[in-house]
Structures are given as structure tokens and as C-alpha cells.
């Protein structure tokens, strides 16, 4: 199996923007620790990372990885709340996808308690900082034994 993980909207800017929210770990801080973590207690399960601002790249690369074998974590940033051409993408992709954010959304502005692809999804981990990454490749680990 292979779990991509996508980044979206100024996910790229983890470490340097709004510390106080989303803390001093970039994508290349916490990818190898992901990595390494899940070879140790999963070595057949490849972990594959993709960010992009761009929603077009995103929603490519969601259906060119579709299918058999592979899986979704996404964190659309604030794509979540304005596109609906990811939660379209998301819709129509048969692999399992799970929506993770490091901030407690809910806890947030009004407008980031909306999800455009929450309906899409087969669930969603909030809040829990970089941990919420690691439940949700085991929630997906899970949800593909079944």
C-alpha cells in the first residue's frame, strides 16, 4: 500500500507562519518521522509526501495516484473551505481518503468549521497537531484491513 500525504495552501510556510497556531515543525521536519515510524512497525506500506498551493497540481495528483493499493491523508489548508474543485477531485476518487489539520479547526473562525470535503471523506482528525498525521495513517491502515 502506499499513503500519500497532501499538503495544501501555505503548508510550505509550516515553521515560519503563525507559530503560535501551528508550531516550529516544517514538512521536511516531520515527513522522515513519519517515514521512519511507519517502516518500522509497517515496512510494506510506502509513504509518499506532496504539497502545492496550486489547486490544480493538487487535484492532479490525487487522480493520478487514485486506485488500488493506495490512500489519502489530506490537509487542503484553507483550499478546505473555498474549493470545490479538490472536494470534487476527492468525490470521485475510489481510494480511501482522510482529512487531517494540525490546528483545531472548530476552534477557530466561523468559516473554518466548513469542510467542502468533509461529505467526501471517511473522516477527519483536527486539533491534534502532527500526531493527527500518524492516527490517521493508522486509521487508514486499519480501514483497509476491513
Not at 513519519?34 to 504539497?51: A, I, M, R
Not at 476552534?107 to 468549521?113: C, G, H, P, T
Request: charged share 20%; hydrophobic share 40%.
Amino acid at each position: 500500500m502506499i499513503i500519500h500525504i497532501v499538503h495544501g495552501a501555505n503548508l510550505d510556510r509550516l515553521g515560519i507562519r503563525q507559530l503560535d497556531i501551528y508550531g516550529s515543525n516544517t514538512l521536511e521536519d516531520q515527513v522522515p518521522i513519519l517515514k521512519g515510524w511507519l517502516d518500522k512497525y509497517w515496512p510494506n506500506v510506502e509513504l509518499k509526501s506532496f504539497q502545492s498551493n496550486i489547486e490544480g497540481e493538487i487535484i492532479n495528483y490525487l487522480n493520478s495516484n487514485d486506485g488500488p493499493g493506495n490512500a489519502f491523508i489530506i490537509n487542503p489548508g484553507a483550499f478546505t473551505h473555498t474549493s470545490v474543485a479538490i472536494s470534487d477531485s476527492v468525490a470521485g476518487i475510489q481510494s480511501s481518503v482522510l482529512e487531517v489539520h494540525l490546528s483545531h479547526t472548530y476552534a477557530r473562525e466561523s468559516y473554518r468549521r466548513h469542510s467542502l470535503l468533509a461529505d467526501y471523506t471517511c473522516g477527519t482528525i483536527s486539533g491534534l497537531g502532527w500526531i493527527g498525521y500518524r492516527l490517521g495513517i493508522e486509521a487508514l491502515l486499519s480501514i483497509d484491513d476491513d
